[in-house]
């Protein structure tokens, strides 16, 4: 006899476990379903992000940048540290520490929300009436059956042709976040966040670090200003990043990986490197899904096909995250999960794409929401930009961090703010205020006119606004 719910989540990654609470805050019986393990076989809920993505990423992020910082910059404070080392082993156990102390959280909030959560493989197997049956494979197989379904089965990486990832010597994320020593020499394939990213730790601790990527500049995404500043400051720091170029053949030895590509003046080059990252991107996560079952629609790139709203072509079977259109970001994903939540209890929420911040955590950090000056050239949209260094800032020279600028982009009409981005220290935390400022349709005026605490590197932002005018104070 199938248990009875109100809805069955699929996924317990951001979108599926917030999704999932929401629902279950709004009074719905709710089932959960996700597969992933730690390597003692306990659950591990929280899909990419928490295992092998954001949360893992940053604890690395953090472990080498401090380190970096004891080399590079406690000096200039009057701090002498002589001979400092890394124990790489003990920074991946303090990584995996985290991991798990973040899937024991989500296992909790289901508890305190009564939420009934299964450790296996979600799929459709039919429907009886108006309720859709799903089975779990696993440890505890069980049939389950509900009115409402919500797929949020994330994503995986996008693979290299011809090559095949061991997370030996050619590693995905997930290999690249295990790594057990620096690499002397460590190559990426992929200039985009988790490329960046995972070429930053390495670099820290060590490695001499080769970037490959396809494109024809750094970052064609994120505003020409700010990614023209990062690409000066990667280069500073010892990125050796190659744009435009033309990925050969991938030869994986016993001892090395030989990367051939043609660089984007057509010179034929190999470089031979310890390791080698591949970090092209990834896409949507159907597998085992049983999708084709009950006839659930996915487009010629093998996203689940959905509307504004997030329903499916199947009447009650709603999907969310990296597995639908739109872009493959945590916060996207646990927005839509819990609209679609309240959108199922008869609400009216919405989730609006432009803006939605997006962030890069190297050092500086790179973060954004709306659109870049090239976009609003293309579109024909007559705006203002207004930019305030972070050299003139009080709080980024007492942390001795000046790196980067403040952009606001305005309507010159009617000054309404289309765009803000920041490359600097602490971006992820400054986009906040232009997100919040988009939201409540602000314009630059308005973030100028707030007064800002003194001395914060808040202030860059209401600078950058009143830059848009002209009348910035401190430069």
Known sequence: MAEQFDVIVIGAGPGGYEGAIRAAQLGFKVACIDDASRPDGKPAPGGT???????????????????????HAFAEHGIGVERATMDVGRMLARKAKIVAQSNDGILYLFKKNKITFFHGVGSFVGKTGDAWRVAVAGKNPAELQATHVIVATGSKPRPLPNVA??????????????????????????????????GSVWRRLGAEVTILEALPSLLPAVDTTIAREAQKLFARQGLAIHTGVTI?????????????????????????????????????????????????????RGFITVDGACRTNLPNVWAVGD???????????????????????????????????WVIYTSPEIAWVGRTEQQLKA?????????????????ARAMGDTRGLVKVLADRATDAILGVHVIGPLASELISEGVVAMEFGAASEDIARITHAHPTLSEAVREAALAVDGRTLNL
């Not at 990832?165 to 988790?194: H, Q």
């Not at 996207?332 to 309240?342: F, I, L, P, R, T």
């Not at 579109?379 to 260094?389: E, I, N, W």
């Open 379 to 395: 579109d024909g949209v007559d705006f203002r930009a207004g930019q305030f260094p972070f050299t003139a800032n009080g709080r």
């Open 248 to 300: 050969g053949a991938i030869d994986v030895g016993a001892d090395a990986v030989t990367m051939n590509y043609t660089d984007a003046a057509g010179q034929a080059i190999a470089v031979s490197v310890d390791q080698l990252v591949v970090a092209i991107g990834r896409v949507p996560f159907t597998a085992g899904l049983g999708g084709d079952t009950v006839g659930l629609a996915r487009d010629e």
């Open 323 to 357: 597995v639908v259109r739109g872009p493959m970001l945590a916060h996207k994903a646990s927005e839509e999960g819990v609209a679609v939540a309240e959108r199922i209890a008869g609400q009216a929420p919405h989730v609006d794409f432009n803006t939605i911040p």
């Open 165 to 198: 990832i061991d997370n030996v010597r050619v590693l995905d994320n997930e290999g690249a976040l295990a790594i057990p020593a620096a690499p002397k020499r460590l190559g990426v394939v992929g200039a985009g966040v988790i490329g960046l990213e995972m």
């Open 49 to 71: 992000c928490t295992n092998v993505g954001c949360i893992p990423s940053k604890a690395l992020l953090q472990s080498s940048e401090n380190f970096e910082q004891i080399g």
